[in-house]
């Protein structure tokens, strides 16, 4: 397994591992009415892989051969209470993939991506009732903060809680 900087051409490898991750990890917890519904080709665009400002989202994908087996993002903070913290925006494995290593590798790498910029403590949300996913950051020593609140992600109203973890 491979992991690299993702690239303008892994925009649609990446948004099939993202919608397959979405319908298995969140069945259950979202509506299966809207993960049925849910298609790669429209997710593709909206990834910025072309650039190299830290200011940015950053993605690293994990793949061997020309697979993508996942990925995980961050960027600079966007809270207003944690303004010099780095936050992880995205990490998801393709299903596929799950239990293999690669997530605990993709967090790690972006956890060594956030410091190399010179970012001591990061930030992820989860959803509230995704407790595999809760699982897996406290073994990788992200602690829940106490914020809850509910946001739009891909126009699905979505409960989430904060976790943060020095870098």
Same mark, same amino acid.
């Given at each position: ?8 051409? *892994? ?15 969140? %069945? ?40 993508? =087996? ?7 903070? =966007?809270? %207003? ?12 494995? *393709?299903? =596929? %993939? ?39 950051y406290k ?5 829940? *903060?106490?914020l809850e609140?509910? *946001? ?16």
């Amino acid at each position: 397994m491979l992991l690299r900087p993702a690239e303008p051409s *892994d925009a649609l490898a990446i948004a099939r591992v993202h919608v397959r991750a979405w319908q298995q990890g969140y %069945s259950g917890i979202l509506p299966a009415s809207y993960l049925n519904q849910l298609r790669a080709e429209d997710r593709a665009d909206k990834y910025d892989l072309s650039h190299s400002d830290p200011s940015k989202p950053y993605t690293i994908v994990a793949v061997s051969g020309n697979i993508v =087996h996942g990925f995980a993002t961050t960027c600079p903070s =966007h809270e %207003s209470d944690l303004p010099n913290h780095g936050e992880l925006t995205a990490l998801y494995v *393709d299903p =596929h %993939s799950w239990g293999l290593g690669v997530g605990v590798a993709l967090v790690s790498a972006a956890r060594a991506h956030m410091a190399s910029l010179g970012v001591r403590q990061a930030y992820l949300f989860t959803l509230v009732d995704n407790l595999r996913a809760q699982r897996f950051y406290k073994t990788d020593q992200w602690t829940p *903060d106490g914020l809850e609140r509910t *946001d739009t992600v891909w126009g699905a109203a979505v409960h989430v809680l904060r976790f943060q973890r020095n870098l």
